[in-house]
C-alpha cells in the first residue's frame, strides 16, 4: 500500500472555496482501481490548512494515479491552485505488506 499526505497552506480565508474547487479531482481520484481513499481534511488549529490524506494499492496504482488524464491535466489547470499560499508539504510512505487500516489495539 502507498500511504500519502499533503499539508496545503491556504491564503487566508479560502479553504471553502479550495475544497470546491478540488472536489472534481478528489471524486476522479476516488474513482481510480486502485484508490483506497482520497479525503481533504482542515485543520482544527488552523482553517487555512488542509490535509489531504490519499493511499492506494501498491506501486503501480500510484503510477497510474500519476499517469491519469485528471491527474496530468490538473498538473497544467488545477482550478485549486489559486488558493495555495506555499509550496505543499507531502509524506510518502511505501507499505509494501499492507492492505489496510489495522484494529487499533487500546481500544
Same mark, same amino acid.
Do not use: C
Given at each position: 500500500?502507498?500511504?500519502?499526505?499533503?499539508?496545503?497552506?491556504?491564503?487566508?480565508?479560502?479553504?471553502?472555496?479550495?475544497?470546491?474547487?478540488?472536489?472534481?479531482? !478528489?471524486?476522479?481520484?476516488?474513482?481510480?482501481?486502485?484508490?483506497?481513499?482520497?479525503?481533504?481534511?482542515?485543520? #482544527? /488549529?488552523? @482553517? &487555512?490548512?488542509?490535509?489531504?490524506?490519499?493511499?492506494?494499492?501498491?506501486?503501480?496504482?500510484?503510477?497510474?494515479?500519476?499517469?491519469?488524464?485528471?491527474?496530468?491535466?490538473? !498538473?497544467?489547470?488545477?482550478?485549486?491552485?489559486?488558493?495555495?499560499?506555499?509550496?505543499?508539504?507531502?509524506?510518502? #510512505? /511505501?507499505? @509494501? &505488506?499492507?492492505?489496510?487500516?489495522?484494529?487499533?489495539?487500546?481500544?
Amino acid at each position: 500500500m502507498i500511504y500519502i499526505t499533503v499539508k496545503k497552506k491556504l491564503k487566508p480565508g479560502t479553504a471553502d472555496d479550495y475544497l470546491a474547487a478540488a472536489r472534481p479531482f !478528489l471524486e476522479a481520484t476516488r474513482g481510480e482501481p486502485g484508490n483506497k481513499w482520497f479525503e481533504h481534511y482542515r485543520s #482544527v /488549529d488552523d @482553517p &487555512d490548512t488542509v490535509l489531504t490524506i490519499e493511499a492506494f494499492d501498491d506501486k503501480a496504482a500510484g503510477e497510474a494515479h500519476v499517469a491519469s488524464e485528471h491527474f496530468q491535466r490538473n !498538473l497544467v489547470e488545477d482550478p485549486a491552485k489559486q488558493y495555495v499560499a506555499e509550496r505543499p508539504e507531502i509524506l510518502y #510512505v /511505501d507499505l @509494501p &505488506d499492507r492492505d489496510g487500516w489495522d484494529e487499533m489495539s487500546e481500544f
